[in-house]
């Protein structure tokens, strides 16, 4: 049997890829039934995929309301002050989560950005004052290295990770 383009390789692997970003949760079975492809080369691909760390993970995409919470979004920008180098260990050691844990809040996602805001963060708690006692101790750790923080309430996903709400009708309660 002939072996496969590198080309081609790499379009298999994104086409497991999208269907991973689309539903992690289905089977191997699944996966290769919808691309046509042998169960153990989607195996084999996954398993690349994660070794390589173009996959880092999996999750559950979650409807906040059933489980009592709301996605906050914590967006900053820094001072021109270089931040000292354990001002970042604290985020690399993962205790930013900690802080977030700390404050009843699950740390969600986490950009750094380039352009009009520095970083954004997402997170869920259970209500408004959680979330702002998470930003005010956020904003006393890096006290003089951040200029500013704003703290936003999701109202409404429309799609997350690459999964679009099950209850997208409710999107025109807020037109």
């Given amino acids: 049997m002939a072996k496969s383009s590198k080309k081609e390789i790499e379009r298999d692997e994104k086409k497991v890829l999208y269907e991973l970003m689309g539903n992690s949760n289905q089977s191997i ?16 691909i996954i398993k690349k995929l994660e070794d390589e760390k ?10 906040n309301d059933k489980i ?12 021109t002050k270089p931040i000292p180098k354990e001002k970042v260990d604290f985020v690399i050691n ?25 970083f954004i963060s997402a997170f869920k708690a ?25 703290l936003h309430e999701v109202l409404f996903t429309l799609r997350e990770t ?13 037109f």
């Fill in 29 to 44: 079975n699944d996966i290769s039934n919808k691309l046509g492809f042998s169960r153990q080369k989607v195996w084999r």
């Fill in 162 to 174: 690459c999964v679009f709400n099950p209850d997208i009708n409710k999107l025109t309660e807020f």
């Fill in 126 to 150: 259970v209500n408004l004052s959680d979330a702002k006692r998470f930003q005010e101790e956020f904003n006393k750790l890096y006290q003089g290295f951040i200029e500013a923080t704003k």
């Fill in 68 to 79: 009592g919470m709301k996605l906050y979004i914590l967006m900053g920008n820094r001072t």
């Fill in 54 to 63: 173009t996959v880092w993970g999996y999750t559950a995409v979650v409807n």
């Fill in 94 to 118: 993962k205790n930013f989560e900690k802080l977030a844990k700390k404050n009843n809040c699950i740390l969600y996602s986490t950009y750094y950005l380039h352009g009009e805001i520095d």
